[in-house]
C-alpha cells in the first residue's frame, strides 16, 4: 500500500467561540493517495465545504491531525499555510474566482506571483496549459468576456501552474449548464488521466459517479460510499 | 531574483490601477493639487528671501552704517550730560573723532568713510531745487555698489584738487529742466559753481536701501567730493526765515564702515557699539548693521514661508485622506480579489505591498504631476503679480518626498484592513 498523500486523522471542526459552539466535523478519518480521484457528496450545510477548505489549508482544524504528503499540515503559521496553498494545493471554485481586471494570462499567472520562480520564466508554461485547456486564442481577454465555461477552464490552467500535489474543486460545474459542465469534467477525467490528485465536491450523484471512489459526509463523519 | 519578483509584484499593483483609470485619476487629483500648492507657496517664499537679499545686500552685506541722529528734544536748554548744544547752534551727531578712533582702533576694517550733509538750494538758471548735498569719498560709490549711468564717479584727484565737481541722480536733472548732455553743465549750488561729472542710474535707490543711505524719494541728492565741501564750506549750516535763524552743525552724518572679513561683521559692530556709546551717552546716533537686519527680515520672512507651507500642506493632507478613503472602499470593493489572491498563495505582505504599491504611484504620480502644476500655478502668479518667485531642486524634492509619504500613510491603514480579511469569507463576499 502506498503512502497516502492526505491523511486526516480525528478531525473536527467546530465554528464560533461562545457556546453551544457549532460542531460540524466530528473526528474525520480520510486517507487518500496519490493519482486518485476523490468525490464527496452530503446533504447541503453538512460540511463538505468545511472539509475542502481544511484540506486546502485556508483554515486548521480545531483538532486532529492533517498529513499532506507526510507533513504535518494542521498547526502551521499563516505565512507557511499561504506558501502551502501556493506550491501543493489548487483551487477550482464554483464561482471561478477570476480576478475580473486581469487577462486570462494574466490570471494563470497569478499564483506564480507568489511563489519562488518567475512570471517571464514560466511564460511559455502557462501558455501550454491554457492550450491544454483550449484557451490558446484567449489569452488576452478579460473574465467578462468568457462564457462560464471558459471562465472555469482558465481556473483550472490556474490551479495547475504551480504543478501542486492536490487538486480541489467546490463543485466546479454548480454553476454551468449541463453541456459545459460536461466539458470541465472531461477535463477533470484527463486531468486523473494524468495521475493528478484530485478531490471534489458535488451535488450530483451522476457527477460524482465519474469519480473513481465516493464519499458522503454524514454527521460530521465521513462514509465511503462503494462503488 | 528577490528584485525580479519585487518588480513584478509592482507591476501587478499597477495593473489594478490601469484596470480602474477614471478613480485612479480622480484620486490622484487630491495629491496633485496639494503638491501644486506646496510648490508654488515654497517658490514665493523663495522668491521673497531673494528680493529681500537683494534689497539688503545694495546696502553692501559687509558694510556697518552709521548715521548721525538729532537727539530727542533738541530745544531744550536744560544741558543734561554732555552738552549738546552751543548757544544757539545745533550742535550733535557723529564727530571727526569718532570716525578717527574707528579707524586707529578697531581691527579687521577694510574701509571707513565719512559722510556730510547739508540741504542746500540748487539753481539751474531760475530754476531750483531743494538738495541735500553729500559729502562723500570716492569709495563710497563703489561700496554701495552706485553705479554711473554716464560720466564719472568721483575721483581721489577731485579730493586733492578740492575740486568744485559733482555727480547727481538723474531725477534731479529732470527736475531742473537739463535735458541736454549732463556732462559739463554748470549747477549753483548756494553762491558756488559745481560741475556735473558723472549721473548715477536709479534703480539702486529703493526700499530699505534709500532708508539707509539717508536718500530720499525726490532724488534730490548731489554727491560732492568731500575734502571741497569741508575745506571751502565747514559743517556749519544756517536755515533761517524773517528775523530768526537756526544754526545746524553736524560734523559727519554718517559714517560707512566696511569689515574685512563677512565674519567679523557682527562682532565688529559689537566693538563699535561699545566706542560709540562711551562717546555719545545722548545716542544721537543710530548704526544700521545690513546682514543683522537681513538676518532678523529672514527669520520673519520664515515664519511667513511655514505658515503658507502649512496651509498649502491642508490641501496636501485632504488629498491623503482622499486616497486613504478610495482605498478603503477599494478594499470592500475587491474583497473577493483579495480573498482569491490569499487561496493561491498571498502571504499578508504581499497584499499589503499591493495595495501600499497602489497608493504609493498613485501619490508619486500625482506629486509629479502637482509639480508641473505648481510650476504653471508660479508662471501665473508671476505674470499676474510681478512677484519674484523661485522653484528650488529642494522645494521639489520637498514635494517628491511629502508626497511618498502621503501614499504610504494614507495606504497602511486600508493595507493591513486587506490584509486582515479571513480569507474564506473574502472569498464568499458578494
Ligand atoms: N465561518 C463560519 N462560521 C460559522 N458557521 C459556519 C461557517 N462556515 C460554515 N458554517 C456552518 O457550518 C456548516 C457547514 O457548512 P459548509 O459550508 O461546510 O456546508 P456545505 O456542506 O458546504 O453546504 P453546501 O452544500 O450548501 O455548500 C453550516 O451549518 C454552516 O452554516
Ligand atoms: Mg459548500
Redesign the pocket.
Known amino acids: 500500500m502506498p503512502q497516502p498523500i492526505i491523511s486526516l486523522e480525528g478531525i473536527h471542526k467546530y465554528?464560533?467561540e461562545v457556546e453551544p459552539r457549532?460542531h460540524?466535523l466530528k473526528g474525520i478519518h480520510l486517507d487518500v493517495t496519490q493519482g486518485e480521484f476523490v468525490s464527496i457528496m452530503?446533504?447541503?450545510?453538512?460540511?463538505?465545504?468545511?472539509?475542502?477548505?481544511l484540506l486546502g489549508c485556508l483554515d486548521v482544524p480545531t483538532e486532529g491531525s492533517y498529513l499532506l504528503g507526510g507533513k504535518d499540515v494542521s498547526q502551521q503559521s499563516d505565512d507557511e499555510l499561504s506558501r502551502i496553498r501556493n506550491e501543493d494545493i489548487g483551487f477550482i471554485f464554483q464561482s471561478f474566482q477570476l480576478i475580473p481586471q486581469l487577462t486570462v494570462l494574466e490570471n494563470v499567472q497569478v499564483p506564480l506571483l507568489y511563489g519562488e520562480s518567475s512570471i517571464r520564466e514560466k511564460e511559455e508554461h502557462c501558455r501550454s496549459i491554457l492550450d491544454s485547456v483550449g484557451l490558446s486564442h484567449r489569452l488576452s481577454h478579460r473574465p467578462s468576456q468568457l462564457s462560464g465555461g471558459e471562465c472555469q477552464r482558465v481556473a483550472i490552467a490556474r490551479s495547475l501552474v504551480n504543478d501542486p500535489l492536490i487538486l480541489l474543486a467546490?463543485?466546479p460545474t454548480g454553476n454551468l449548464d449541463s453541456k459545459t459542465g460536461q466539458e470541465v469534467l472531461e477535463l477533470m477525467d484527463s486531468l486523473h488521466g494524468d495521475g493528478r490528485t484530485i478531490i471534489m465536491?458535488t451535488?450530483d450523484q451522476e457527477v460524482a459517479l465519474r469519480a473513481q471512489r465516493q464519499v458522503r459526509?454524514h454527521d460530521g463523519l465521513v462514509i465511503e460510499e462503494a462503488s | 531574483m528577490i528584485s525580479r519578483k519585487k518588480k513584478e509584484l509592482l507591476r501587478m499593483g499597477l495593473q489594478s490601477l490601469l484596470g480602474y483609470p477614471m478613480r485612479t485619476v480622480l484620486t490622484m487629483l487630491g495629491v496633485v493639487f496639494g503638491v501644486g500648492s506646496v510648490i508654488a507657496m515654497l517658490a514665493l517664499g523663495a522668491g521673497a528671501e531673494k528680493e529681500l537679499l537683494q534689497e539688503i545686500g545694495r546696502l553692501g552685506i559687509q558694510n556697518i552704517i552709521i548715521n548721525s541722529v538729532e537727539p530727542d528734544q533738541p530745544e531744550n536748554n536744560s544741558s543734561s550730560g554732555s552738552s549738546s548744544r552751543r548757544g544757539w547752534i545745533n550742535y550733535y551727531g557723529l564727530k571727526f573723532k569718532d570716525h578717527r578712533q574707528i579707524v586707529e582702533t578697531i581691527p579687521g576694517i577694510e574701509r571707513v568713510l565719512p559722510v556730510h550733509l547739508s540741504k542746500k538750494k540748487a539753481w539751474n538758471g531760475s530754476r531750483w531745487v531743494e538738495s541735500t548735498l553729500f559729502a562723500v569719498e570716492p569709495d563710497y560709490f563703489e561700496v554701495f555698489g552706485l553705479e554711473i549711468a554716464s560720466g564719472r564717479a568721483l575721483s581721489p584727484q577731485d579730493e586733492e584738487d578740492l575740486a568744485r565737481v559733482c555727480v547727481v541722480r538723474s531725477g534731479l536733472l529732470q527736475e531742473l529742466g537739463i535735458y541736454e548732455d549732463p556732462i559739463g553743465y554748470v549747477l549753483t549750488i548756494e553762491d558756488q559753481k559745481f560741475t556735473i561729472v558723472g549721473v548715477l542710474s536709479e534703480d539702486r535707490f529703493q526700499g530699505y536701501a534709500q532708508k539707509a543711505l539717508v536718500a530720499d524719494a525726490r532724488s534730490s541728492e548731489i554727491y560732492i567730493p568731500y575734502q571741497t565741501v569741508l575745506k571751502r564750506q565747514g559743517t556749519r549750516s544756517f536755515s533761517g526765515s524773517a528775523g530768526s535763524w537756526e544754526a545746524t552743525d553736524v560734523e559727519l552724518n554718517q559714517i560707512v564702515v566696511e569689515v574685512e572679513n563677512l565674519d567679523q561683521v557682527i562682532l565688529t559692530s559689537r566693538t563699535i557699539e561699545n566706542l560709540l556709546s562711551r562717546n555719545h551717552p545722548e545716542k544721537d546716533y543710530e548704526m544700521i548693521v545690513p546682514l543683522e537686519v537681513l538676518a532678523q527680515r529672514r527669520k520673519t520672512q520664515q515664519v511667513f514661508n511655514i505658515a503658507l507651507v502649512a496651509i498649502a500642506s491642508i490641501s496636501l493632507l485632504v488629498g491623503g485622506i482622499g486616497i486613504a478613503n478610495i482605498m478603503l472602499a477599494t478594499v470592500t470593493e475587491r474583497t473577493r480579489e483579495i480573498g482569491v489572491r490569499r487561496a493561491l498563495g498571498a502571504q499578508k505582505r504581499h497584499i499589503i505591498a499591493q495595495f501600499l504599491t497602489e497608493t504609493t504611484t498613485i501619490s508619486i504620480l500625482g506629486g509629479v504631476l502637482g509639480i508641473f502644476l505648481g510650476f504653471g500655478l508660479v508662471q501665473i502668479l508671476v505674470i499676474f503679480t510681478g512677484w519674484t518667485a523661485v522653484i528650488t531642486p529642494i522645494s521639489i524634492m520637498v514635494a517628491l518626498t511629502i508626497s511618498v509619504a502621503v501614499g504610504i500613510t494614507s495606504g497602511i491603514y486600508p493595507a493591513r484592513r486587506a490584509a486582515a480579511l479571513d480569507p474564506?469569507?473574502a472569498l464568499r463576499h458578494q
Do not use: A, P, Q, R
Open positions: 465554528y464560533g457549532l460540524v452530503g446533504t447541503s450545510g453538512s460540511g463538505k465545504s468545511t472539509l475542502l477548505n467546490d463543485e465536491i451535488h459526509i | 474564506i469569507s
